[in-house]
């Protein structure tokens, strides 16, 4: 079994940054992609980010050039910064990993709200 804990979200006025971090726990071995989902009131989630196990990266348009997802391998861990943060990223950010190519996991979710 794997945990997976986020952390980092909350409140930033709009144009302001933000750092997810997202730590895996468990049966960490054979890890695949590691990468980060948002669910604002009234949408479906859908995906910011995302990163393979060798490194290629894949993001949303919405968030190219504003977002950068980066991974510790050793220590499990996924990390999301956010800058130039706007009102329409509010949302819950969710981790989710892919392990043996098969199996899902995911977190529980953290807030982020962009308000002035």
């Known amino acids: 079994q794997v945990q997976v804990v986020e952390s980092g979200g909350g409140t930033v006025q709009p144009g302001g940054s933000l750092r997810l971090s997202c730590l895996a726990s468990?049966?960490?071995?054979?890890?695949?992609?590691m990468g980060w989902y948002r669910q604002a009131p009234g949408k479906q989630r859908e995906l910011v980010a995302e990163?393979?196990?060798?490194?290629?990266?894949v993001y949303a348009d919405s968030v190219k050039g504003r977002f950068t997802i980066s991974r510790d391998y050793a220590k499990n861990t996924v990390y999301l910064q956010m800058t130039s943060l706007k009102p329409e990223d509010t949302a819950v950010y969710y981790c989710?990993?892919?392990?043996?190519?098969?199996?899902?996991?995911w977190g529980q979710g953290t807030q982020v709200t962009v308000s002035s």
């Open positions: 990163i393979a196990s060798g490194g290629n990266t």
């Open positions: 468990g049966s960490t071995s054979s890890i695949n992609a």
């Open positions: 989710q990993l892919t392990r043996l190519l098969h199996y899902v996991y």
